[in-house]
């Protein structure tokens, strides 16, 4: 998986990795979604992203196809991250979690101080993404995109998690409330699944006492595999199959 800036020529690949996404995860009609696609991911507004210096425009390529992109947008010391999508076929394979790093670093490096992220409330599949990476829901607007009134969630990172560090080595790793008490995610220790990513989970802060696996789809636990050796979450249905993955993990 390669992530670069995007070009004009990414355009209509972008547009067609929105529509795929949204019609697999967006819990809206089919006219909701094409004005979403009339409105932000037409060639114009395009071609101005990729030449204007405030906004980032990152694309996802596997073998030469473009699977995702990231928008983000920087205004002085805030970056504010407004869409992220993967097609259904590129996910579990970490490229969302690589696109989100990657835009959210480069907004570092451009001296935003703090960073954003943007959800649409009818991102059914979604919810819980960026807390995985340690932001926090903040507030929640209503937009219109297209005539089109809409529920915006928005996400901060979390400052007592980030003050003091150099924002651009900080691992996005997060950590999670069980019944057991708090879990660690490893999100460098990244599985693939059928439906999104699983990450080891650990009970203790040194990554050191295996607690389960961490379902990058649904955002649940899977303490265990089933009797076919196979990571299978509970919650969703997400399934890694067991020559996809390491039986050391547990």
């Known amino acids: 998986m390669e992530i670069t800036d995007a070009t004009a020529e990414d355009a209509e690949s972008i547009r067609e990795v929105a529509q795929r996404s949204m019609e697999a995860s967006y819990a809206v009609s089919p006219d909701t979604i094409e004005g979403i696609l009339d409105d932000q991911f037409n060639p114009d507004r395009l071609a101005d992203l990729v030449d204007d210096e405030d906004s980032v425009l990152l694309v996802a390529k596997d073998e030469g196809h473009l699977g995702g992109f990231a928008e983000a947008e920087i205004d002085g010391e805030e970056g504010t991250l407004h869409w992220l999508h993967v097609a259904t076929e590129f996910r ?11 835009a959210r670093d480069r907004l570092h490096e451009e001296g935003v101080e703090s960073v954003r ?8 599949e979604g919810q819980g993404f960026f807390e995985s990476f340690g932001f926090e829901k903040a507030e929640q ?10 529920i915006v969630e928005i996400y901060a990172e979390n400052e007592a998690e980030t003050d003091g560090e150099d924002q651009t080595d900080v691992e996005p790793q997060g950590t999670i409330e069980t019944d057991d008490g708090t879990v660690h995610i490893d999100r460098d220790e990244e599985l693939p699944g ?10 203790d802060e040194e990554y050191e006492e295996q607690y389960g696996f961490y379902c990058g789809n649904c955002d649940s636990m899977v303490e265990a595999v089933d009797s076919m050796d196979r990571i299978e ?15 050391g993990y547990l």
């Open 141 to 150: 607007e209503r937009v219109e995109i297209a005539s089109e009134e809409l």
């Open 233 to 247: 979450c509970g919650t969703c249905g997400n399934l890694n199959k067991p020559d996809e993955w390491d039986g």
């Open 92 to 102: 579990g394979m970490g490229m969302g979690s690589g696109l989100f790093e990657a």
């Open 194 to 203: 059928e439906s999104g990513p699983f990450f080891v989970a650990y009970s």
């Open 117 to 124: 992220a943007r959800e649409l409330a009818d991102n059914a």
